[in-house]
C-alpha cells in the first residue's frame, strides 16, 4: 500500500517483524456509522447481516462484517465485502421510516492490528485501560485514547487487538507503537 | 487521576471524560421570556457547594454520552453517577 | 584490593566478582551487590559531599533513600550525567564514575568552606534579610551570585540520549515495600486470590530481612526464609518489581512508581528504556514502607563518621563493610545496643555507649555490658572533633538536664539512633489522616482516604514478629475487599490463615525527638537537624523567638524538610524542638505535608516517549506529501501541520520569500485558478427527521427553507451571545446537512452540539458524525476553475445556471465518489471538491494535472488569508476574540430575525450589545500604501496625546494585498463603523501611522466575481 492511500503504507512496509508484538496495517473495509432510536437498532442488524450487539463494548462479527457497539445508540459496521455506497443503499431498505443515521466513514480512520504475547503491554503504554483479559476480553470494543489519540480498541483474539485510529493520528500512533515494543526488537 | 463509572461502560479513568460543570439546570424553554436577571442566573450562577455535587461528565473517548454524577468536593470521590433524565439519586454516607 | 574495612566474610555482596570504580578521579574497588556508599566505606572513604550551604564536609549517613549527605553525581559519557544521586543507592558497576558536589576546587580543600567561619552570621532568613538593599540588586546581583554558589550538581548540557517508556497496570492489590510486612501482605493477597503486584525502591527484595542475621522464620534462617517466600511469590503470579520506587499515591488509588531499568548495568542495553513510569491502579493499596531510623541532633553530628546505627549495622551484615575502627554509640533506643553488638562481632572496637536514657533497662543492655562494653546511662554526646572525618566524641553525664563536664573519647565513628520514625508520607499523599501515639513517640496512620493499609513498621508494629503477623493480616484483608465484588473463581480463597514461627530478638520502641542537651554556647553548637538544607536546631530556635508558630512557616523560613529527602531524617526532630521552644507537645505542633514525590525522580520519566516527533499528534492531511514534494513551507494549525506557501525558483534560481509567494499565489488565483487544500476544515454530518430543526436552535440562521443541493454560510454562537465558530453549511437531503467548522474549531463545536443534542433536545431524531478525516477538500479557485474542473467531473453540470455560487452536487470527480461545493473565501468563482480521504491525492493531482495548461497555482494558508481579508470575511479566532457578537463583526445579517430561539439569541437582546462603544470590524488604509501594519497593534485618536492614550481598538488582520498594489487590514474599533472616514494613528516605536477608517470589503465590494 503506496502512501497516495494510506499515511501508514511507508511505515508498514519498513516495521521490523517483532514476534512479541507484530504491527501491521489491517485492509480497508466499508465503514458505517450507524445511529439509531430502539425501533431501528433489530432492523439494521438484519439488513446488515450481524445482529448490532447490546451489550455495552462489545462487537459481534459474522463472517465479512462486524458490528461493535461504541454507545447506547451508536455501532460501528465494518464490511469488507461491500462498497460503501452500495451498503447503504440495503441498509436505508431496510431502515426506512425508521428513526435513524447512516454515514460513511470508510476513510476516517484507518486499522492497525498489534498482535502478540506482549501486545497488552505495549498498548498499555498509551492506553490507560486493564487490558487484562478478564477486564477486557475477546469480543470487547470501545473507543479510548491512546497517549494523545482516540482509537477504537478491539480484541480479536486473546493475543490480537484491532486499533482503529483517524487517519491524521494514524503515523503517531504507530510511532508510539514502534517506540512501545523497541525493547523486544 | 479519578475513576468514574460510566453509566454505560462501566468504570473509567477520567482521561476518557470531559467536565461539564453543574448539572439539572436545564435551558428555559422559553428564554425570552426571562428578565435580564434571571437570564443571567441561567447562564452564570451555580452552586458551587462543598460536599455533595451533581454534575454532568461526557464520556466523550469513550460511548459519547453525557451522564451526570453526584461528587463529593471535599474529598473527591464519586457518590454515585446515573443517566441523564434520571432524578439525583438519594445516597447517604460515606463513599470511597 | 577492595577495601581494607571489609569483612572477612558474610553479607550479600559477590566476592567472587571484583568491580573497578572511580569516584573523585581515583580508582577503588568493590564488589558485585554494593552500593557506591558500601563500596566507599569498605575503602575508608567517609567524605564524599559538602554541604550546600557553609560546605561542611559531610559523610554517608544513612544506608537508604533516606540520605541526605552523599549526594554524588554519576558519569556515563557527556550526555549521561546525572547529579544528585544519593550514594547509598547507586549500585556499584565496573566503571562506574562518580564525583562529589559542591566543592571547588577539590573535596578536601574546599574555597567555599569559608561560609563555615561566617556561619554565626548565616542564621535562617539571612537572605531574606540581609539582600534586601538597594532595590533591584536582588534581581541583578545577589540572585545570581547566590546561586552561583548554592545549588547542589550540575545538570547535564546536552540532551538526554535515554530512553524512558511509561505504563499502566493494574491490579487487585498492590503492595509497597518488600520487606517482612509487605512479603506477608503479597502471600496473603496472593492466596486469597488477588492479583498482587510487590514493588520496592532497593536493589534486593527484602527490607531488613536482608539484615537479619539472627532471626529465624519457621525455622529457617530469615534469608532463606526470604528466598522460599520469593520463589512463592514469583511461583503465584506475583509481579515483583525491584529497584521501583512508589513515589506519588494519586486519588482512586493510582500509585506512581519509577522502576530502575538499566541504571545498575554497567553496558545497558540500549534497546531497554532507562527508567519506566507506572501509573499502577489498584483496588486495594498495602503501604508496607517500614520505618527510618531518627538521628539525634547534637552539636557537630554532621561530621563524616557519624552515622545512623542502624545503617551502620546493615553496612556490616549485608554489604560486609565495617564502619570505622573503633565507635562511640549514641543512643535513645535499644537499636543501638544491636548495632553495638553485630558492629563488636564484625571486629569494630565500640568505645562506649552513650545512652540519654536514665536508667535503659532490658536484654538489650544486658547483654552488651555481658560482652564487656562501656555502657553509659544519661550520657550525652555533646560534641565531635575531627575536620574531615570525626577523630574523637565528647561524652557527658546529663544530670537534672544539666550537662557536665565532657570527657573526650577517641574514635573514628559516631553511631547514632533516636528511635524510629514510621515511613508515613504514602499514607500521607493519599490524604489519610495521622494520629500522635503518645507510646511509640510517633504520627501513625488513623483514618484513610483511599482503599488502603499500612502494615508492619509505616504503622509502628516495629519488630519481625509483627511486621508478618500485621502484613499478613492487611494482605488478607486486601485481597477479601478487593475481590468482594468480582466475579473472579476464589481461587485459593479458602486457605486458612498463615502464623509465622519467628524467632527473633526485637528492639522496642524508645527513641528522642529534638536537640538533646549539649551545655555548649548555644551561638557557636551546630547541631543539624536538616542535614541536606544546613539546618541547625538553633536556627529553628531563632525561627519560633522571630514569632513564627505555624509548622508550615517555620519550615519555609528555615527551609527544614524542604530538600530532596523531603524531610525523612529531619522532620521529626524539628517538630520536637518547635515544641520544646514554644512550651507545647508535639502534637499541639501539627505536621507539615508530605508530598511527591517520595524521592527525586527525572524528568525522563515524565516525558516518556512524548519527545521529538512523538511530543504531539503531528496531523497531516492526505495531500500533505504532494505539497512536501512540491516544496511548500508548512505552519502549525491546531495539531495541523498546513502548506503555508509555495515558494518557487525566481530568476537566477533562488527561491522566492513568503511575501514574493503569496503576491504571485493572489495573483493566479485572481486572474486565473489557484488550488488549495482545505481538508483540515472541521465537518460534521448532522443526520435525521429532525435535522433542520436541530440546526435552526444551534445556528443563528434559519435553515428549514434552505433547499437540498445548497449552501448556506452559518454562524454558531455560544449561549452567552458571542461568536464561537463559523463555518459554511450544505443541505445534501431533507434530513442530512453537511456542515464545516473552522479548522481549530471541530471537536469543541462537535462537543457543543452533542451537549445540547443529548441533554437539552434528547427527543430530537437526529444524530451527529465526525466526517472531518472522512473527506479531503480540494479548494479550486479562480475565473479558470471551472474550465480545469469540467473535464474531470461526471454527472454534474458545473455552468451558472445549474450550479450558481452557494450550491452542493453529488457525483463523481476523476472517477471518484465527490460531493462538489461551489462557494468561494476568495470572492472568486471556485469550488471546493470533497472526496474521500483516500482518494484525495490522487483527485489533487487530476485537478492539478488537468489545471496545468491554465497555468494553476497551488496555494496555501497565508494567500487564502489574504484574499479572504481583500474580502472582509472574518476569521473566527481572528477578528474575533471571545467577546464578539454578530454585529460587531458584521455578521448581524446571518441572525434569523423570526426565529423564536436558537442557543446565544436571549443574550443578544443584553443591553451591553447595544453600547455605542462596542469594537466593530472595519477596514484600514494605512496613508503610507506600502507600510504594512502590525496585527495586533493598537489604535488611537490623538498622534501625540498625553498619557494615558485611550485605545480605541486593534489590529486583527494585516496583509499586502498584491491584488490591490498596497496595504490592507482589519481592524475591531470602538464605535468603528461610525468612524468610518475618519484618521486614527497606530502608536509605533518607530512613530505614529496614520490610518483611514474603510468599509471592511476592499474588493469586489458588489459581489460580481462570484456570478458568474
Redesign the interface.
Given at each position: 500500500m503506496s502512501?497516495?492511500?494510506?499515511?501508514l503504507g511507508t511505515l508498514a512496509a519498513t516495521a521490523a517483524d517483532i514476534a512479541a508484538a507484530r504491527l501491521s496495517v489491517i485492509a480497508?473495509a466499508t465503514q458505517l456509522?450507524f445511529?439509531?432510536?430502539e425501533a431501528a437498532i433489530g432492523p439494521a442488524g438484519a439488513g446488515f447481516g450481524v445482529d448490532l450487539p447490546r451489550q455495552?463494548?462489545r462487537f459481534a462479527r459474522s463472517g465479512a462484517r462486524l458490528a461493535a457497539w461504541?454507545?447506547?445508540?451508536?455501532w460501528l459496521l465494518i464490511a469488507e465485502d461491500a462498497d460503501p455506497?452500495a451498503l447503504q443503499a440495503d441498509l436505508q431498505a431496510a431502515l426506512a421510516g425508521l428513526?435513524?443515521?447512516?454515514?460513511?466513514?470508510?476513510?476516517?480512520?484507518l486499522g492497525i492490528a498489534v498482535e502478540g504475547p506482549r501486545a497488552a503491554?505495549v498498548l498499555?503504554?498509551?492506553?490507560?485501560?486493564?487490558l487484562?483479559e478478564?477486564?477486557f476480553p475477546v469480543g470487547m470494543a470501545?473507543?479510548?485514547?491512546f497517549?494523545?489519540?482516540?482509537i477504537v480498541l478491539m480484541r480479536e483474539t486473546p493475543e490480537r487487538f484491532r486499533v482503529e485510529v483517524?487517519?491524521?493520528?494514524a503515523?503517531?500512533a504507530w510511532?508510539?507503537l514502534e517506540?512501545?515494543r523497541?525493547?523486544f526488537? | 487521576?479519578l475513576i468514574i463509572t460510566c453509566p454505560?461502560?462501566?468504570e473509567?479513568?477520567e482521561?476518557?471524560f470531559v467536565y461539564g460543570g453543574e448539572a439539572h439546570i436545564a435551558r428555559p424553554a422559553d428564554p425570552s421570556a426571562l428578565t435580564d436577571q434571571q437570564w443571567a442566573d441561567f447562564l452564570y450562577n451555580r452552586t458551587n457547594p462543598k460536599g455533595r455535587h451533581a454534575e454532568r461528565w461526557r464520556h466523550t473517548?469513550?460511548?459519547?454520552?453525557f451522564f451526570n454524577a453526584v461528587r463529593d468536593t471535599v474529598s473527591d470521590f464519586f457518590v454515585a453517577t446515573y443517566k441523564p433524565g434520571d432524578a439525583r439519586p438519594d445516597v447517604e454516607g460515606d463513599v470511597q | 584490593m577492595t577495601g581494607s574495612f571489609r569483612t572477612p566474610s558474610g553479607g550479600r555482596i559477590d566476592r567472587t566478582a571484583a568491580l573497578a570504580f572511580r569516584f573523585d578521579g581515583a580508582t577503588y574497588h568493590g564488589f558485585a551487590g554494593d552500593t557506591l556508599a558500601s563500596a566507599l566505606l569498605a575503602n575508608g572513604v567517609h567524605l564524599v559531599g559538602r554541604s550546600f550551604k557553609y560546605h561542611r564536609p559531610r559523610g554517608i549517613l544513612s544506608a537508604g533513600s533516606d540520605e541526605p549527605n552523599a549526594l554524588v553525581e554519576v558519569r556515563r559519557d557527556d550526555a549521561r550525567i546525572t547529579p544528585n544521586l544519593r550514594a547509598t543507592q547507586v549500585e556499584l558497576y565496573e566503571g562506574l564514575e562518580a564525583a562529589s558536589q559542591n566543592r571547588w576546587p577539590s573535596l578536601a580543600r574546599d574555597a567555599g568552606a569559608v561560609n563555615d567561619l561566617f556561619a554565626p552570621f548565616l542564621p535562617a532568613g539571612f537572605y531574606y534579610k540581609t539582600f534586601m538593599w538597594p532595590a533591584g540588586a536582588w534581581k541583578r546581583f545577589y540572585e545570581p551570585k547566590i546561586r552561583a554558589m548554592a545549588g547542589l550538581g550540575k545538570a547535564p548540557t546536552l540532551p538526554d540520549p535515554d530512553?524512558y517508556?511509561?505504563?499502566?497496570?493494574?491490579c487487585d492489590v498492590l503492595v509497597i515495600g518488600a520487606g517482612p510486612a509487605g512479603i506477608a501482605s503479597a502471600l496473603a493477597a496472593s492466596a486469597g486470590g488477588a492479583?498482587v503486584i510487590l514493588v520496592d525502591e532497593q536493589a534486593e527484595p527484602g527490607g531488613s530481612l536482608l539484615a537479619a542475621t539472627d532471626a529465624a522464620i519457621d525455622t529457617k534462617p530469615a534469608t532463606q526464609w526470604l528466598a522460599d517466600a520469593l520463589a512463592e511469590l514469583t511461583a503465584a503470579g506475583v509481579v515483583i518489581m525491584p529497584r521501583t520506587t512508589a513515589f506519588g499515591y494519586f486519588p482512586h488509588n493510582m500509585i506512581a512508581l519509577c522502576e530502575r531499568v538499566t541504571e545498575h548495568l554497567a553496558a545497558p542495553d540500549r534497546?531497554?528504556?532507562r527508567e519506566r513510569l507506572w501509573?499502577i491502579?489498584a483496588k486495594q493499596v498495602v503501604i508496607a514502607a517500614g520505618a527510618l531510623e531518627r538521628p539525634l541532633v547534637f552539636p557537630e553530628n554532621d561530621r563524616p563518621g557519624v552515622m545512623l546505627a542502624e545503617s551502620a549495622r546493615t553496612y556490616l551484615t549485608r554489604y560486609g563493610v565495617r564502619p570505622g575502627e573503633r565507635a562511640v554509640i549514641f543512643t535513645a533506643a535499644d537499636s543501638g545496643y544491636r548495632a553495638a553488638l553485630d558492629l563488636a562481632a564484625g571486629g569494630v572496637a565500640i568505645a562506649a555507649i552513650a545512652d540519654l536514657r536514665a536508667a535503659p533497662e532490658g536484654e538489650w543492655p544486658a547483654r552488651a555490658l555481658a560482652a564487656g562494653i562501656d555502657v553509659r546511662p544519661s550520657t550525652v554526646v555533646a560534641g565531635t572533633a575531627g575536620r574531615l572525618r570525626v577523630k574523637a566524641a565528647r561524652l557527658a553525664k546529663v544530670k537534672h538536664g544539666a550537662v557536665g563536664p565532657a570527657e573526650v573519647v577517641a574514635c573514628d565513628a559516631v553511631l547514632m539512633s533516636g528511635g524510629f520514625t514510621p515511613s508515613v508520607h504514602l499514607f500521607s499523599q493519599s490524604r489519610g489522616k495521622l494520629a500522635w501515639d503518645e507510646t511509640l513517640g510517633a504520627y501513625l496512620p488513623a483514618r484513610s482516604v483511599e482503599r488502603e493499609r499500612s502494615a508492619g513498621a509505616c504503622r509502628g508494629r516495629y519488630g519481625l514478629t509483627a511486621a508478618l503477623a500485621d502484613g499478613y493480616h492487611a494482605g488478607e484483608e486486601a485481597a477479601a475487599e478487593a475481590l468482594k465484588d468480582s466475579a473472579?473463581p476464589a481461587g485459593r480463597r479458602a486457605t486458612a490463615s498463615r502464623a509465622f514461627g519467628v524467632v527473633a530478638r526485637d528492639t522496642g520502641t524508645d527513641g528522642f525527638i529534638g536537640a538533646v542537651p549539649h551545655g555548649r554556647n548555644p551561638a557557636f553548637a551546630k547541631a543539624f537537624v536538616d542535614w541536606q538544607n544546613d539546618v541547625t536546631a538553633k536556627d529553628i530556635a531563632l525561627a519560633t523567638r522571630e514569632g513564627f508558630r505555624s509548622i508550615e512557616h517555620v519550615k519555609r523560613y528555615t527551609t527544614t524538610g524542604m530538600a530532596t529527602d523531603q524531610g525523612k531524617t529531619s522532620n521529626m526532630n524539628a517538630l520536637g524542638i518547635v515544641a520544646e521552644q514554644l512550651g507545647e507537645s508535639v502534637p499541639k505542633i501539627g505536621l507539615t505535608t508530605f508530598r511527591p514525590p517520595y524521592t527525586p525522580t527525572t524528568f525522563g520519566i515524565f516525558a516518556g516517549?512524548?519527545r521529538g516527533?512523538?511530543f504531539?499528534?503531528?496531523?497531516?492531511?492526505?495531500i500533505h506529501?504532494w505539497a512536501e514534494a512540491r516544496g511548500a513551507a508548512f505552519e502549525p494549525v491546531s495539531l495541523?501541520k498546513r502548506a503555508h506557501y509555495f515558494p518557487e525558483k525566481g530568476d537566477g534560481g533562488r527561491l522566492e520569500d513568503m511575501h514574493a509567494a503569496v503576491a504571485r499565489e493572489c495573483r493566479a488565483v485572481r486572474s486565473g485558478v489557484g488550488i488549495f487544500d482545505a481538508s483540515t476544515l472541521g465537518k460534521i454530518?448532522v443526520?435525521?427527521?429532525d435535522a433542520a430543526e436541530f440546526m435552526n436552535r444551534m445556528y443563528t440562521n434559519p435553515w428549514s427553507k434552505l433547499e437540498p443541493g445548497r449552501l448556506r454560510y452559518g454562524v454558531m454562537l455560544r449561549e452567552n451571545g458571542f461568536v464561537m465558530d463559523d463555518g459554511v453549511v450544505g443541505r445534501l437531503a431533507p434530513d442530512r446537512f453537511h456542515v464545516t467548522t473552522t479548522t481549530g474549531g471541530a471537536a469543541r463545536v462537535l462537543a457543543h452540539m452533542e451537549d445540547y443534542l443529548q441533554t437539552e433536545w434528547p427527543d430530537l431524531?437526529?444524530?451527529l458524525?465526525?466526517?472531518?478525516?472522512?473527506?479531503a477538500v480540494i479548494a479550486v479557485q479562480g475565473p479558470k476553475s471551472r474550465e480545469v474542473l469540467a473535464p474531470l467531473v461526471e454527472g454534474i453540470d458545473l455552468s451558472k445556471g445549474a450550479l450558481p455560487n452557494m450550491s452542493v452536487r453529488e457525483g463523481r470527480i476523476a472517477g471518484v465518489?465527490t460531493r462538489l461545493f461551489r462557494l468561494s473565501f476568495a470572492g472568486e468563482l471556485g469550488f471546493e471538491v470533497n472526496v474521500?480521504?483516500?482518494?484525495g491525492?490522487?483527485v489533487w493531482e487530476a485537478i492539478f494535472k488537468a489545471g496545468e495548461p491554465f497555468g494553476i497555482a497551488p496555494y496555501g494558508t497565508e494567500t487564502m488569508h489574504v484574499l479572504r481579508a481583500e474580502k472582509g470575511y472574518i476569521i473566527v479566532g481572528q477578528e474575533t476574540d471571545g467577546t464578539a457578537a454578530p454585529d460587531d463583526v458584521g455578521l448581524g445579517w446571518a441572525i434569523g430575525k423570526a426565529k423564536k430561539d436558537f442557543v446565544g439569541k436571549r443574550s443578544l437582546s443584553r443591553a451591553a450589545f447595544f453600547m455605542p462603544d462596542r469594537k466593530q470590524l472595519v477596514g484600514l488604509l494605512t496613508r503610507d500604501p506600502a507600510v504594512v501594519l502590525e496585527e495586533g497593534a493598537q489604535l488611537v485618536a490623538a498622534p501625540n496625546a498625553a498619557l494615558p492614550v485611550p485605545m480605541l481598538g486593534h489590529v486583527t488582520s494585516s496583509y499586502a494585498s498584491a491584488t490591490l498594489g498596497r496595504s490592507i487590514a482589519l481592524a475591531m474599533v470602538k464605535g468603528g463603523r461610525a468612524r468610518i472616514g475618519q484618521t486614527l494613528y497606530v502608536p509605533m516605536p518607530s512613530g505614529p501611522i496614520a490610518v483611514e477608517l474603510v468599509d471592511p470589503v476592499f474588493y469586489d465590494a458588489e459581489g460580481a466575481r462570484l456570478d458568474v
Open positions: 502512501d497516495l492511500i494510506s499515511p480497508p456509522s445511529r439509531g432510536r455495552a463494548c461504541l454507545g447506547p445508540d451508536e455506497a428513526p435513524h443515521a447512516l454515514v460513511d466513514v470508510s476513510a476516517r480512520a503491554y498499555n503504554q498509551g492506553c490507560p485501560l486493564d487484562d478478564a477486564a470501545t473507543r479510548t485514547v497517549a494523545k489519540a482516540e483517524w487517519r491524521s493520528f503515523p503517531y510511532g508510539l517506540e512501545a523497541r525493547e526488537a | 487521576m454505560w461502560c462501566g473509567r479513568p482521561i476518557e473517548h469513550g460511548c459519547g454520552r | 530512553r517508556t511509561q505504563h499502566y497496570a493494574h492479583r534497546a531497554l528504556p501509573q491502579r473472579r516517549a512524548a516527533d512523538l504531539d499528534p503531528v496531523r497531516v492531511t492526505p506529501g495541523w454530518e443526520v435525521g427527521a431524531d437526529v444524530w458524525t465526525s466526517t472531518t478525516e472522512q473527506w465518489p474521500p480521504a483516500a482518494q491525492r490522487a
